[in-house]
């Protein structure tokens, strides 16, 4: 069964600072990896998604990193701004045995980035 | 392009009262899907849907959790009877199929239930 965990589970930062978000994952059989982006009160907005067959994403300040063999994706945010705060998550995609793709969610990292 | 719609936005009922969830996905989007998010907690997979056949059930509460999607488009999710536990934020999401696998979810703003 996958498991997925998020460290650290808040994070709080002041303006300017570039930081790292993390993911684990138990089953490295992965399809993809997707990091959303959750705001309070609202759905989910997917930020990148990588393909079990690359190693990053980027996207602004926005990059992701992919090592599937060890079971870890990061996230990094360069330069921080208090719009960026927000519960992030982190969501990877495996196969079933019947061909369909099931999503395994982690809890989330929330962020807040201090003026 | 307009985003996926799911109302009520909130709902509070009591505990063994029925309550029922709407979700329009993304014009063209195959793939559709209702999760569970309780606070604290990270989505959980109800059901998902192919077109208007189910993929995945594996983790609906089948004595009291329905859905259906009927002709392929709109969604209904139904909790009957509820339960406290069943409080939480019900998140419908959709996504194409390329080269028959889903891609990107995008994510509706959810329902929230409350359950007294």
């Known amino acids: 069964k996958q498991e997925v965990t998020q460290i650290p589970a808040a994070l709080s930062v002041p303006e300017g600072e570039n930081l790292v978000l993390n993911c684990s994952f138990t089953d490295s059989a992965i399809y993809n990896l997707q990091w959303f982006r959750q705001d309070p009160g609202k759905g989910l907005t997917s930020l990148l998604l990588i393909q079990s067959s690359q190693r990053e994403q980027t996207s602004g300040r926005l990059n992701a990193s992919l090592d599937k063999s060890s079971g870890r994706s990061t996230l990094y945010i360069a330069a921080s701004q208090p719009g960026d705060s927000a519960t992030y998550l982190c969501a990877v995609t495996n196969i079933t045995q019947g061909g369909s793709e099931k999503l395994v969610f982690g809890k989330g990292t929330k962020l807040t980035v201090n003026p | 392009e307009a985003g996926v719609a799911q109302s009520p936005r909130y709902k509070i009922i009591e505990k063994r009262q029925s309550v029922a969830f709407w979700c329009n996905p993304i014009s063209g989007h195959a793939t559709l899907y209702w999760y569970q998010q309780i606070l604290g907690q990270g989505p959980k997979l109800l059901i998902q849907?192919?077109?208007?056949?189910?993929?995945?059930d594996s983790q609906l509460p089948k004595d009291r959790f329905s859905a259906e999607r009927l002709k392929g488009v709109d969604s209904t999710l139904k909790i009957q009877p509820a339960k406290l536990e069943d409080s939480a934020v019900y998140l419908c999401?959709?996504?194409?199929?390329?080269?028959?696998?889903?891609?990107?979810?995008?994510f509706g703003a959810g329902s929230r239930l409350t359950v007294l």
């Open positions: 849907f192919q077109n208007n056949g189910v993929v995945d």
């Open positions: 999401a959709s996504s194409l199929l390329i080269q028959k696998r889903a891609n990107v979810l995008t």
